[in-house]
């Protein structure tokens, strides 16, 4: 009894120990996304963050509002300076599909803001689904011009 009891312990520390590995794993998928995403923010290239994005951003939003979208957050926030990730949780999107939110407290040149990415986890590889920008700053700016 003593030795399934022993077995049982090991099996459910590995089981853990391996969670924690894939749990490692996603937050580190989730800090590259979002380094990547500022990088090519910061650089203009909005129609290379749209075309890059799951297919479910696309039925939402066209081309042209998205990038219209990025352009007056850039030029009412400028360039990313920091990012810190606040948080990652599991959740699904209104059609069913398993999804990965990850909140950013993220400074720009002129402000600051909470972002929300909502990915799409793909073969090792996080798309971009849904993304939320939560900024008294940018609203402040956008109304004063």
Do not use: W
Request: hydrophobic share 40%.
């Amino acid at each position: 009894m003593k030795k399934i009891i022993y077995i049982a312990i090991v099996l459910f520390a590995s089981l853990l120990l391996n969670g924690c590995k894939d749990e490692s794993n996603n937050m580190e998928l989730v800090k590259t996304f979002a380094q990547e995403f500022h990088e090519t923010f910061n650089a203009g290239k909005y129609e290379g963050i749209y075309s890059s994005s799951a297919s479910g951003l696309k039925t939402k939003v066209d081309k042209e509002t998205f990038m219209n979208s990025m352009k007056k957050i850039h030029e009412s926030l400028g360039d990313v300076r920091n990012s810190n990730l606040i948080g990652v949780v599991p959740t699904k999107s209104d059609q069913g599909l398993s999804l990965v939110a990850a909140k950013f407290k993220t400074v720009y040149a002129e402000g600051t803001a909470e972002e929300t990415f909502f990915l799409k986890p793909d073969d090792n590889q996080l798309t971009l689904f849904q993304y939320n920008i939560d900024s008294d700053d940018l609203i402040r700016k956008m109304v004063n011009k």
